[in-house]
Nanobody, 116 residues
């Protein structure tokens, strides 16, 4: 069963950078797409971006040009490099296989707080 552990969040000033990590297990990582999502306080979880097994990526319009996704298949880990952070990027960030299997249970996520 797929499991993920997100890490790397923290408190950063607006304009700063952070790199999040997502370690996955229970899947054939090298052939699995991986996605990032975030959930701001009081809002629904929203899509941030996706990296296919091939390495192609797709990013939400709100983060395009500021965030990038990469992966290390040897470490079963996908990364979210975030730059030019804005207060509206604040939230809990989650990752998942893409598409997520019906049995997938979300991880704890990692908190990102951007101060103005």
């Amino acid at each position: 069963q797929a499991q993920v552990v997100e890490s790397g969040g923290g408190l950063v000033q607006a304009g700063g950078s952070l790199r999040l990590s997502c370690a996955a297990s229970g899947i054939i990582f090298s052939t699995t797409g991986m996605a990032w999502y975030r959930q701001a306080p009081g809002k629904q979880r929203e899509y941030v971006g996706y990296m296919a097994a091939s390495g192609s990526t797709n990013l939400a319009a709100s983060v395009k040009g500021r965030f990038t996704i990469s992966r290390d298949n040897a470490k079963n880990t996908v990364y979210l490099q975030m730059g030019s952070l804005k207060p509206e990027d604040t939230g809990v960030y989650y990752c998942s296989p893409y598409p997520a299997p019906p049995s997938f249970t979300w991880g704890q996520g990692t908190q990102v707080t951007v101060s103005s």
